[in-house]
């Protein structure tokens, strides 16, 4: 009996320590912890979006509100930046992959994306806007998009590619995958329109010439636009909001914004 008791009371303290010797451990294991240690912050990042993070087509750098904020959050963490290129359909599963530590390219904080991905407090939010030809006589206001054989196009997974599937009744919705498909199919006069943001609007004005926007009299599903982190990480969630905090309060976020000519957009909630 004394054995089984001593036995039992060894084979407890051998487990105590176990736990005391593997806390330690657990606790390095989060997000911060691990840049911290790699000296690197890994950032998802879609290298075709004006004014956000836009690859310059010349030097091959990224230019954009977001490819200047992902520098500057790698510099307030005393960290490398290592840019990973994703895309708005594969960005949840390089988070949830552990391929990047966050997504910072203007993400649209809508309810289905925020049950595979934490977001961060908003720091821009856009409407819907639409663009299509100069010479399309068709299409002149906002109504006309959803008219029976009419084609609008959409890129695949965005927010816009929601809205037109719920909103639109009537006009036909396609949705395209690679990067300036959605003009593509404009110019070439297989869509009549496609739905898109303020930056890609501005975008499309200052770079075609036979692009006209089609902007609603009211907002169109203004969304809140933020960064996107794995779940399950409340401290480096934290740290990230604490990001977006400083940035409003510093100004950063307005003097970069402004240099893009993203103000009308910018958040300062």
């Known amino acids: 009996m004394a054995t ?4 039992a009371v060894c ?4 487990v105590l320590l176990a736990v005391g010797n593997t806390a330690p451990a657990m606790a390095q294991d989060g997000r911060l912890q691990k840049i911290a240690a790699q000296k690197q912050l890994r950032v998802c990042s879609w290298p075709d979006y004006y004014a956000i993070s836009f690859r310059n087509p010349r030097t091959g750098a990224l230019e954009g509100l977001d490819a200047e904020l992902a520098q500057a959050f790698a510099d307030d963490l005393g960290v490398q930046l290592a840019v990973v290129e994703s895309s708005f359909p594969r960005f949840i599963d390089d988070l949830l992959a552990d391929r990047c530590d966050i997504g910072m390219f203007a993400i649209g904080a809508t309810p289905a994306r925020a049950q595979r991905v934490a977001f961060s407090q908003p720091y821009l939010r856009s409407g819907i806007y639409a663009v299509t030809t100069q010479t ?3 299409i ?3 109504e006309d998009l959803d008219r029976g054989g009419n084609v609008v196009a959409v890129q695949k997974d965005t927010y816009m590619d929601g809205y037109a599937r719920s909103a639109m009744k009537a006009a036909r919705i396609v949705a395209v995958t690679r990067p300036q498909e959605r003009e593509e199919e404009v110019q070439a ?3 009549d329109a496609f739905l898109t943001d303020y930056p890609y609007g501005q975008r499309m004005l200052a770079f075609h010439p036979w692009a006209r926007l089609i902007v609603p009299d009211m907002p169109v599903q203004p969304t809140p636009y933020a960064y996107a982190v794995a779940p399950g990480d409340a401290a480096w969630l934290e740290r990230v909001n604490a990001f977006v905090a400083a940035i409003k309060a510093d ?3 307005e003097t970069i914004a402004a240099r893009y000519k993203l103000t009308p957009i910018v958040a300062r909630d």
Do not use: S, V
Not at 4 to 7: A, T, V
Not at 11 to 14: A, D, E, Y
């Open 4 to 7: 089984r008791i001593l036995w």
């Open 11 to 14: 084979c407890t303290i051998l």
């Open 136 to 138: 399309n006589d068709t």
């Open 140 to 142: 002149r206001r906002w």
């Open 189 to 191: 006069g297989r869509a």
């Open 251 to 253: 100004g950063r976020l």
